[in-house]
């Protein structure tokens, strides 16, 4: 079930995060009036970096370096940028996969942010069970602590079957419980860890497991990728959110038999694809989320 | 070990009548229809395959490959295809209808495209 913006201010009123997509001052950039904790980060989601099909991008090989220009021109600079996996398109080839991370890797070092968070996708890490992820961008799954927040990445990718597994599993466990009950806690994954719809391979075949051990902590929002569209939801008290992609939109979840790229459209050129700028908000524990086109224009 | 044998047998039988009730499994009964389905980068042979609802039919899979999956949600029915042996998956089709199936292992370039059809008739 798609949650729209009027679900989620509802579900704010009992929880504890607030999706205000379209209501934070951080995202025009020009009224930012941030309390001396709040921090503001970028994530980047789906470049897909190898694709080549002119058909659904016309702009393949310059729609990420568009991006890149974008976030650069922010007027202010994210503390950090994290990329949600699928940095590049899947070959069948090795040697091609390190190529095309290498080149993914030069093009997003002209970021100004320099501290920049890796995770992997599918295509990037479910052929060689991320081998190539970690010679070029280190580990696939991980922690970090930023300003009050503690940020966890779970790779769900890595294991062509779609899960964590039981040794990821059990290792964030491990981490949840040096958290408070109240820490503020945000999950980055590439896969929703939830059911969106399998059959598209939308899910975390084992994700309800991830989401039972995140369950008794009350702050926890999930930002994923994978679906190359917005998509907001709530499971309990936790909220995740789907950003899009920045090689090819997706259609909605189900709306046709067979999930292939949307075709370019040279009337709404880019349409689609962009990226999202998050505010957090600490003392009122939320989240404001903005959406940025390609070119930086506030959607 | 008599015992444990009793025993097996039993949860087995209690297994078998519970997916019975349940019409989507069968613990395959005799003469039962063995399907060979192979699968390799990146489709299925036969990709197609016409079942009878009501009939008891085994699919053994085989992998040529590399893992990858079977998943026809239509009939509530996955299983991993991994190299090196045969993967049985017995059921009893319980409806009348065209099930597309997919790969829901993630397989390489052509992983979108690994897709088939069961054909479930009277």
Not at chain 1, 197 to 224: H, Q
Not at chain 1, 281 to 291: D, L
Not at chain 2, 56 to 74: A, I, Q, Y
Request: glycine fraction near 8%.
């Amino acid at each position: 079930m798609k949650v729209d913006r009027r679900d989620f201010l509802k579900l704010a009123g009992i929880g504890t995060v607030v999706f205000s997509s379209r209501l934070g001052k951080w995202d025009n950039l020009a009224n930012a009036a941030p309390g001396k904790d709040d921090f503001f980060f970028v994530q980047l989601s789906d470049t897909h970096w190898g694709f080549a099909n002119p058909a659904v991008n016309k702009d393949f090989a310059g729609t990420l370096k568009k991006a890149v220009e974008a976030v650069n021109h922010l007027k202010i600079q994210p503390d950090f940028i994290m990329f949600t996996g699928d940095l590049t398109h899947v070959t069948d080839d090795d040697k091609d996969r390190r190529t095309r991370m290498s080149q993914f890797k030069d093009i997003v070092s002209a970021l100004k942010v320099k501290t920049i968070r890796f995770m992997p996708g599918e295509h990037d890490a479910g052929l060689d069970e991320g081998a190539a992820f970690k010679e070029f961008f280190g580990k696939t799954h991980y922690t970090f602590n930023h300003k009050g927040v503690h940020f966890i990445v779970l790779d769900n990718v890595s294991d062509p079957t779609s899960t964590i597994g039981d040794a990821q599993l059990e290792w964030l466990s491990a981490d949840l419980k040096k958290q408070k009950k109240d820490s503020r806690i945000v999950v980055f994954t590439h896969r929703p860890l939830f059911d969106l719809y399998p059959d598209w391979d939308w899910y975390t075949r084992d994700g309800a497991k991830a989401i039972e051990v995140l369950m008794p902590y009350s702050n926890v929002t999930v930002f994923y990728g994978h679906i190359h569209q917005e998509h907001h939801k709530n499971t309990g008290h936790i909220a995740h959110h789907a950003a899009k992609g920045l090689m090819f939109p997706l259609p909605a979840p189900g709306s046709v038999p067979v999930k292939n790229p949307i075709p370019w459209d040279a009337n709404q050129p880019y349409k689609g694809l962009g990226f999202r700028g998050v505010e957090a908000k600490i003392k009122e524990t939320r989240y404001a989320i903005s959406e940025f086109s390609v070119r930086g224009e506030k959607i | 070990m008599k015992s444990m044998k009793t025993r097996i047998l039993i949860h087995g039988t209690v297994a078998a009548l519970i997916l019975i009730s349940t019409g989507s499994y069968l613990i395959a009964a005799e003469n039962e229809q063995v399907i060979q389905i192979t699968a390799k980068r990146f489709e299925y042979s036969p990709k197609e395959i016409t079942l009878k609802k009501g009939v008891p039919v085994v699919l053994e899979f085989t992998s040529l490959d590399r893992l990858h999956g079977f998943n026809c949600s239509g009939l509530g029915i996955r299983m991993d295809i991994r190299p090196g042996k045969v993967n049985r998956l017995r059921l009893v089709p319980d409806k009348v209808g065209t099930f597309p199936f997919h790969c829901d292992n993630f397989c390489g370039s052509g992983h979108e495209g690994m897709r088939g059809t069961i054909m479930v008739t009277e």
